[in-house]
């Protein structure tokens, strides 16, 4: 059997954290086993979907990396054959014709709250002559669920679950305006675009009992279906917008690598022993169902920040260079010239060390881009003493006789200091607050060589 799974999101809010890993699960499954990964927007509740929900969530997957292997599917586009399949099932006699009104069904609906039973269909058309329908009345297609025995769910995560056909209703699929229900829809899409494993939020699970009663009203095999746990905050309520950043794009404002998002999903509900730090080749080797737990799992930002700051350590420097460039004008104020980029990336290996996000990725690349007069921190204003402006004046023309490598930069240093009598920290201390204008920096001849002669001289000259 060919693997092949989808990401269905409904196109009526944003790409969150909680689908980003349903979606994610979805593409490692298929990697794994060789097979497909595709998408269905299910954009069938017209009022509520809109384009723009559906590019960002297309935005969200793409800059995730979780790409499908063909073009999205979109619900509203097989109306029509959602529509034959209801057909099809009235003229098995599988489904029947509901003339209810309303007001009937409000009826029903409060009868059984008053009595304490839940607000359930009581069959009144299943065994209707349809010739009795009154005039006028357009009627809903409802399937003739059974009533006797149970439905049994085998889930790849759940384990088995089963619900009593007594439980169920005989449910719309198609209403009196001729529109498909969404349950039914996705039942439909699923089996023509042949998806072997449905694996989604667990919050599907009680739709999924009346799903298989559409399979197997129709005769269709069923795919095997994977309900994992939810998201929830810190707190382990269910998590929502008071806890921070849900949208996946509001991650990449926020600093945070696409990898690194990835491999904190996945590490949240999944298990591989100790791994911790997994690249998505390792992912897609190891990755399979029967390592979700069952439980629901917490997000915790001080973990995603510890892991974010794993993956820019390791990240290409080019590509940290193109994004500090694109937000330091916006984050701190700087325009950026063209020389900057050479500057960032011969200082790349000693920034991308000390920061966890590209936040603090940029914040500490921006005295590259500033000019002179510096702000300084106060912590580096206090280092600027008297004395060490003096010193400072003493160094300038050492550092001024080298080619400005790193390697005669630091035998200028430690030469000075060794002559001095001063260590190599309170040469380079001092040296550092007057370049940058705080008390951290990559190394100090990394950074006078990235600044370069004649800025690192005057810098160092605007505090003398
Ligand atoms: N469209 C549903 C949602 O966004 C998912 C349905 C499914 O995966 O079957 O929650």
Excluded at 60 to 71: E, T
Excluded at 443 to 450: E, H, K, V
Aim: hydrophobic content about 45%.
């Amino acid at each position: 059997m060919k693997i092949r799974t989808r990401f269905a999101p409904s196109p009526t809010g944003l790409l969150h954290i909680g689908g980003a890993r349903t979606a994610l699960f979805n593409y490692l499954f298929a990697r794994h086993h060789g097979g497909e990964f595709l998408i269905r927007i299910e954009d069938t509740d017209k009022a509520r979907s809109t384009e723009e929900a559906v590019q960002v969530i297309l935005d969200g997957l793409d800059w995730l990396g979780l790409n499908p292997d063909a073009p999205p599917v979109f619900q509203s586009k097989q109306e029509a054959r959602h529509v034959e399949v209801a057909r099809a099932l009235l003229a098995q006699g599988r489904a029947y014709e509901c003339y209810c009104t309303p007001d009937e069904l409000r009826e029903m609906r409060e009868t059984a709250q008053a009595e304490g039973r839940p607000p359930r269909y009581d069959g009144r058309w299943r065994d209707r002559d349809p010739a009795s329908a009154p005039a006028g009345v357009k009627p809903a297609i409802r399937l003739k669920a059974p009533r006797e025995g149970e439905t049994v769910l085998e889930d790849l995560v759940q384990g088995t679950v089963t619900v009593a056909n007594s439980e169920l209703d005989d449910m719309i699929i198609l209403r009196s305006d001729g529109t498909p229900t969404y349950l039914h829809a996705v039942v439909v899409d699923d089996h023509d675009m042949a998806i072997s494993h449905v694996i989604r939020g667990d919050d599907h699970l009680t739709n999924t009992f009346r799903q298989i009663q559409i399979y197997n009203a129709m005769g269709w095999a069923l795919p095997k279906f994977a309900h994992i746990p939810l998201i929830h905050g810190a707190d382990g309520a269910k998590l929502s917008k008071r806890h921070g950043a849900v949208s996946i794009l509001e991650f990449r404002e926020q600093g945070f690598l696409p990898e690194a998002l990835c491999n904190y999903l996945l590490r949240l509900g999944w298990g591989h022993g100790d791994a911790e730090f997994l690249s998505r080749d390792e992912q897609v080797k190891l990755f399979d169902l029967d390592g979700v737990g069952r439980a629901a799992s917490r997000m915790d930002y001080a973990k995603l920040t510890h892991l974010n700051g794993m993956w820019l350590r390791g990240a290409d420097d080019a590509r940290l260079v193109a994004d500090v460039m694109a937000r330091l004008p916006v984050q701190c104020g700087v325009s950026v010239s063209d020389g900057l980029a050479d500057k960032l990336l011969r200082l790349m290996p000693g920034l991308k060390e000390r920061a966890k996000t590209l936040l603090e990725l940029t914040a500490s690349s921006a005295f590259l881009a500033r000019s002179i007069p510096l702000e300084f921190e106060p912590k580096a204003q206090a280092l600027l003493t008297v004395e060490a402006r003096a010193m400072l004046g003493r160094l300038a023309p050492k550092l001024a006789a080298t080619d400005f490598s790193v390697a005669e930069l630091d035998a200028a240093m430690r030469s000075f200091a060794e002559a001095e009598g001063l260590k190599l920290g309170q040469v380079a201390q001092p040296l550092r607050a007057a370049l940058t204008g705080s008390t951290m920096s990559p190394g100090i001849d990394a950074t006078l060589s990235a600044l370069g002669a004649a800025e690192s001289l005057a810098r160092i000259q605007a505090v003398i």
